[in-house]
């Protein structure tokens, strides 16, 4: 069984990005933010939650989306709603977070750790995120077709050499169901 320490996580981002983008992956408290680099810190900092694993891989997701500008803005510029969002607040945040969650899939395969789809309102109005998960999903087999951004294969491939899972990306990989 695959051992996912965060520590390990950090190290291999650190490897992969530190010296070309002066970005670390950092251990935080109760909420994921990024921050750029300022007088108080001089590199750019993706702070994942309480030491998950999978907030870390997710949080890397929106940093591997986000462009040259955006990852100049406090959060990469885009607005968040916290929990208790309202059906059409739902909506909008599903449809901002198809890419990050397809990318964050991508990883996880990479590194054996298992994905979930995460709509992120447990005290909202009630949903259904059958087409959230199918949008995902068909992101996923997008990025396959078309192949992936230069960091995220650099990433994913770097991932499944740590962990020495196949380095293949085919959509057989990815079940739907499993999401």
Same mark, same amino acid.
């Given at each position: ?45 993706? &702070?994942?939650?309480?030491?998950? &694993? ?23 510029? &885009? ?57 995902? &999903? ?42």
């Amino acid at each position: 069984m695959l051992q996912h320490r965060y520590e390990d996580l950090i190290q291999i981002f650190d490897a992969c990005f530190f010296q070309d983008y002066n970005t670390r992956l950092v251990k935080g408290g109760d909420e994921p933010i990024y921050l750029p680099a300022d007088e108080q810190r001089t590199y750019h900092a993706i &702070y994942f939650a309480h030491g998950f &694993y999978s907030s870390a891989l997710h949080e890397i997701s929106h940093w591997l989306i986000a462009g040259p500008e955006r990852r100049l803005l406090e959060d990469f510029g &885009y607005w968040y709603r916290p929990d208790g969002r309202t059906a059409s607040e739902q909506a909008e945040f599903e449809r901002v977070e198809v890419k990050p969650q397809a990318t964050e899939w991508i990883l996880a395969d990479a590194a054996g750790f298992r994905f979930r789809v995460s709509s992120d309102n447990l005290n909202g109005e009630p949903t259904d995120n059958t087409k959230f998960k199918q949008a995902v &999903y068909q992101q996923v087999a997008t990025y396959i077709s078309k192949g992936l951004p230069e960091r995220t294969e650099r990433l994913r491939r770097t991932l499944c050499a740590f962990y020495q899972t196949p380095s293949d990306l085919t959509l057989n990989r990815f079940n739907l169901e499993s999401i």
